[in-house]
């Protein structure tokens, strides 16, 4: 069902330095778009990784128009609960999200407006520290989260973790 050799392949290019981080969200988003059967998916990342209160979008990919976005942020103060599960289970699964008592407070806001259904949030680490985390949505219907979509996108994160350690190794003069 997920071919890993596919985000291997880009997280591999990331870490020899044949891309750059800006391409390297935008292809890794699409592909986890493609991967999930979502109709978007993007990477966000704390910009305090100490606190978690707030997310920044680096990329988002939306099949629906084959099109990226990126630095809407969000913030704890008005999605409290999502951020407290984040931040306690590194992981949310909320197949039907707009009933799910930690997503719900996304409705008004940010779920109806755009139609979103599903969402399956898997925390990032890098150097065992929080990074930030990848988020895939569906539209127009609720997608079943199964534990192999689950299981693929943790280990898409444990991935990336690596790469973005290695690459800012690398960025590092000796």
Sequence with gaps: MFD????????KRLM??????????REITRTLAEQMGSTRASLWIYPDPLLRDRIECLSL??????AWSQGAVLKEDDFGPYFEAMRRDNLIVASDARKHPVTDCFNEIYFEPLGIYSLLD?????AGQPFGLFCCENTTDVLEWTPEHVEYLRQVGTLLGFALRKAQAAAVPA
């Design 122 to 126: 898997v925390g990032i680490t890098v």
């Design 4 to 11: 890993k050799t596919l985000v291997m392949a880009i997280a």
């Design 61 to 66: 990919y939306d099949r629906t128009d084959a």
């Design 16 to 25: 020899d330095g044949s891309t750059q981080p800006e391409d390297f969200y």
